[in-house]
């Protein structure tokens, strides 16, 4: 089993739908979490980290369900401009190991 | 402030050559990373380095590939007799020191180097 493990899409989703994707992670020693974005030929880029009480960024909310070791991504009123690739990222302070996903395709049409 | 640079951008080899790529991390950052992503797939982990530890070369795919860092500073990657599928983007990427509870551990990174093995 992957440590890190994404759905690859890819998501086409209409401008303006609701979209959420998740993650799931092998080691419950597993401490922090994030959501990185990449766009298409470019480097990855942090999109916001994930808490344990989730927390919001706009129209981006991130959760932690660590009983059932997943994180999700949700994304509200989709944009044009969130088509990117998005990689889930946890770190297991333990292990000194930062493990990345490897990523959700995510399409939005007009 | 200067974020994490790589050299060179572009980098067009024949099979069987040696190549160097390099990596300046952000100042200050004990860790650094060196990923490969071949087009259209995810991040695979190469090799990690966190201060004067031992690196982490788990993900190194053959002994053709080899890493070193300088101190807390720059990182080069060698990989020697390239072969056509180690064409990908090379990406380095730095971050504050791993480890430490509630350390912000964002990793930035640079803009890779793309690698073509003809």
């Known amino acids: 089993r992957k440590e890190v493990e994404q759905d690859p899409g890819p998501f086409n989703v209409p401008e303006g739908a609701t979209v959420a994707f998740n993650c799931t992670y092998s080691?419950?020693?597993?401490?922090?979490f994030f959501w990185y974005r990449q766009d298409c030929r470019k480097e990855p880029k942090l999109l916001m980290s994930?808490?344990?009480s989730g927390n919001e960024d706009g129209r981006f909310t991130a959760q932690l369900n660590r009983a059932s070791q997943y994180i999700s991504l949700l994304i509200r009123d989709s944009k044009l401009s969130d088509s990117a690739t998005y990689l889930c990222?946890?770190?297991?302070?333990?292990?000194?190991?930062?493990?990345f996903g490897s990523g959700t395709r995510l399409s939005i049409r007009p | 402030g200067a974020g994490v640079s790589q050299s060179p951008s572009n980098k067009v080899t024949e099979k069987g050559k040696d190549v160097e790529l390099r990596c300046d991390p952000i100042?200050?950052?004990?860790?650094l990373y060196w990923y490969r992503q071949r087009l259209g797939q995810g991040l695979e982990f190469l090799i990690y380095?966190?201060?004067?530890?031992?690196?982490?070369k788990s993900g190194l795919p053959s002994d053709r590939f080899s890493a070193e860092r300088t101190g807390e500073s720059v990182s080069t990657l060698t990989i020697q007799r390239t072969q056509q599928e180690d064409s990908a983007v090379y990406l380095c990427?730095?971050?504050?020191?791993?480890?430490?509870?509630?350390?912000?551990?964002?990793?930035?990174f640079g803009p890779g180097t793309r690698l073509t093995v003809l």
């Open positions: 990427a730095s971050s504050l020191f791993v480890g430490l509870a509630g350390t912000y551990n964002e990793q930035f």
């Open positions: 080691n419950s020693a597993s401490q922090s």
């Open positions: 994930v808490y344990s």
């Open positions: 990222v946890v770190n297991d302070f333990s292990a000194s190991k930062i493990i």
């Open positions: 100042s200050g950052h004990t860790a």
């Open positions: 380095f966190q201060g004067n530890s031992a690196p982490d």
